[in-house]
C-alpha cells in the first residue's frame, strides 16, 4: 500500500485568494469554516470536502469548483 496521502487534487485556493486580495481569514468569517481547515485544504492535505463547503468557496471567490480545485501535475 502507497504512502503517499495525495490524492492527484491540488488545491489554487491560495492563488485565487492572492487573485481576489483576500485572506484566508476573511474567507474563514465568509464561509463558516475554520481558519484550521481551510488551511488544510490550502495546503493540499484534506482527504474530503462537503459540498456545502465547496459551494460557499466558490460563491464568495466567485469561481467554478474548476478554478478551484485541478489535477495535480507531477
Not at 487573485?19 to 481547515?37: D, F, I, P, Q, Y
Not at 495546503?43 to 459551494?55: C, K, V
Amino acid at each position: 500500500m502507497p504512502t503517499d496521502d495525495s490524492s492527484g487534487i491540488h488545491c489554487r485556493l491560495d492563488e485565487l485568494l492572492v487573485a481576489r486580495g483576500m485572506t484566508l481569514t476573511e474567507l474563514s468569517k465568509h464561509v463558516g469554516v475554520s481558519l484550521v481547515n481551510l488551511s488544510v485544504l490550502k495546503n493540499d492535505r484534506a482527504r474530503a470536502i462537503r459540498f456545502s463547503t465547496l459551494t460557499a468557496i466558490c460563491e464568495v471567490l466567485e469561481c467554478q469548483v474548476g478554478d478551484l480545485l485541478v489535477t495535480a501535475r507531477h
